[in-house]
Structure formats: C-alpha cells, structure tokens
Nanobody
C-alpha cells in the first residue's frame, strides 16, 4: 500500500515562496507519475502539476503561469513543488497523489496524501 506524506505548508505573504515536499513509501516510487492538486476554501480539488517517473513528461495547470515547479528525487522517494510569486488565490490545501498514468484527471490517481495547508496573506 502506498503512503504519501506532505510537508512544507505554512503562511506566506503575497509574492513569497514555499517548497512543498511529499514523501512516498510502500511501493516502487519510480513506477508512478506524481502530481500535486489543491483544494481552496469552498472549491473543488483541482490539478496543479504532474511529473512522470522518468521526468520525461510534465504538465502544469494554466494558473501556474511558470510560478510553480514540480520535481522529484527518485533516490529519496520524494516529490517537490516549488512555489514562487504566490498569490492570495493560491491559498489552499495542497495534496500529492500517485498514479500509473500521467494525467491531470484526479479520478485517475490511486493514492493521496493528507494534504498540507498553504495560506497566502498579508
């Protein structure tokens, strides 16, 4: 059984940066596409970014606008989301997820972490 544990959330001022981490355990990390999703207050969970196991394919949501970068370290079984130029509308709980397919469709992701909260506020 795959387990995912996010960390790195917190409160930051607009324009600031955060780096989220997600530790993967239980299966072979390199077999999975890893993704980040988020759920803002009163909103549905939405796709942020995914990265395939070999880093050959990645995709970001339109709202990322080059501000976020997904990365993974297969030796450490960890996926990251570097978030820069944060805006108040980025406030959300951020979740990492794992799937065998590379897709922005949250229904295709088999495993989910518990989430880490990001608040962007002055």
């Amino acid at each position: 059984q795959v387990q995912l544990a996010e960390s790195g959330g917190g409160t930051v001022q607009p324009g600031g940066s955060l780096r989220l981490s997600c530790a993967f355990s239980g299966r072979v990390f390199a077999e999975y596409t890893m993704a980040w999703f988020r759920q803002g207050p009163g909103k549905e969970r939405e796709f942020v970014s995914f990265l395939t196991w070999d880093r050959s394919w990645t995709r970001d949501a339109a709202f990322v606008e080059g501000r976020f970068t997904i990365a993974r370290d297969n030796a450490k079984n960890t996926v990251y989301l570097q978030m820069n130029s944060l805006k108040p509308e980025d406030t959300a709980v951020y979740y990492c997820a794992a799937a065998h397919r590379y897709t922005p469709d949250k229904d295709e992701y088999e495993y989910w972490g518990q989430g880490t909260r990001v608040t962007v506020s002055s």
